[in-house]
């Protein structure tokens, strides 16, 4: 898998974008632990804090987070997701861009929520992923990492009848948290929940909560 990952999984939501909106608009409601995780990071951020959420499909965990407190903006590929994001949270900043590649400045922002959403991202781009993430945050910011626990990825081919292919790739927390901590991280907690057969799931769920520790050690090329 090459940078092409971006196209494919911008074209994989772009065609998917109203029927996975309409599939999870109550996600949250069924999922307490979700909640939790999410309460326990605006927590941490603290009220009013400046906040990223990469990834932000439809922008309900965006949503959420507004509620609780933060000055929060989503970040998705995705224009079709965005349109979605946009129309239900008008109050709301969205734009697009990879998180990659992020147009904050260092040290800009208070916490980022990665929920979900680096599951597209190929093993070998992790790490410039996680600096990245690492660059925008002050030290002491608050990071959020949600990904299904496993090691085979699960592809999903013509979703709701669109002709779009993608995989969803399951990592380890412990591969995670390694990964992490040599981009500057320092674990504050690991939670991984069962997956829940009434909402379809077929793996572990697992919430990484993290902080930047301090400056992140410059990687040679």
Same mark, same amino acid.
């Given at each position: 898998?090459?940078?092409d990952?971006?196209?494919?999984?911008?074209t994989?939501?772009?065609?998917v974008?109203?029927?996975?909106?309409?599939q999870?608009?109550?996600e949250?409601?069924?999922?307490? /632990?979700?909640?939790?995780?999410?309460?326990?990071?605006?927590?941490?951020v &603290?009220?009013g &804090?400046e906040?990223?959420?990469?990834?932000?499909?439809?922008?309900?965990?965006?949503?959420?987070?507004?509620?609780?407190?933060?000055?929060?903006?989503?970040?998705?590929?995705? $224009?079709?997701?965005?349109a979605?994001?946009?129309? $239900?949270n008008?109050?709301?900043?969205? /734009?697009?861009?990879?998180?990659?590649?992020?147009?904050?400045a260092? &040290?800009?922002l208070d916490g980022?929520?990665c929920?979900?959403?680096s599951?597209?991202?190929?093993?070998?781009r992790?790490?410039?992923l996680?600096?990245?993430?690492g660059? /925008?945050?002050?030290?002491?910011g608050?990071l959020?990492?949600a990904?299904?626990?496993?090691?085979?990825?699960?592809r999903?081919?013509?979703?709701?009848?669109? %002709?779009v292919?993608?995989?969803?790739?399951?990592?380890? %927390?412990?591969q995670?948290?390694a990964l992490?901590?040599?981009?500057?991280f320092?674990?504050?907690?690991?939670?991984v929940? $069962?997956?829940d057969?009434g909402?379809?799931?077929?793996s572990p769920q697992?919430?990484?909560?993290a902080?930047?520790?301090?400056a /992140?050690?410059?990687v040679?090329?």
């Amino acid at each position: 898998m090459t940078a092409d990952f971006l196209d494919a999984t911008r074209t994989f939501y772009d065609a998917v974008a109203d029927d996975y909106a309409d599939q999870f608009r109550a996600e949250l409601t069924h999922r307490p /632990v979700e909640r939790a995780v999410l309460g326990v990071f605006a927590e941490r951020v &603290g009220t009013g &804090g400046e906040v990223a959420d990469l990834g932000c499909g439809p922008g309900r965990t965006t949503g959420r987070l507004a509620a609780l407190g933060l000055s929060v903006f989503g970040l998705d590929l995705s $224009e079709s997701m965005l349109a979605i994001a946009r129309r $239900e949270n008008p109050e709301l900043r969205f /734009v697009q861009g990879s998180m990659l590649e992020l147009e904050a400045a260092d &040290g800009a922002l208070d916490g980022v929520l990665c929920w979900y959403s680096s599951i597209h991202t190929p093993d070998d781009r992790l790490p410039a992923l996680f600096r990245e993430f690492g660059r /925008v945050l002050r030290p002491g910011g608050q990071l959020l990492l949600a990904f299904q626990v496993g090691d085979v990825a699960r592809r999903h081919e013509n979703p709701w009848g669109h %002709p779009v292919t993608l995989d969803f790739l399951r990592r380890r %927390p412990e591969q995670m948290t390694a990964l992490l901590a040599d981009a500057g991280f320092t674990l504050y907690s690991s939670t991984v929940r $069962e997956p829940d057969a009434g909402l379809g799931e077929l793996s572990p769920q697992a919430f990484l909560l993290a902080e930047r520790a301090g400056a /992140v050690q410059p990687v040679a090329p």
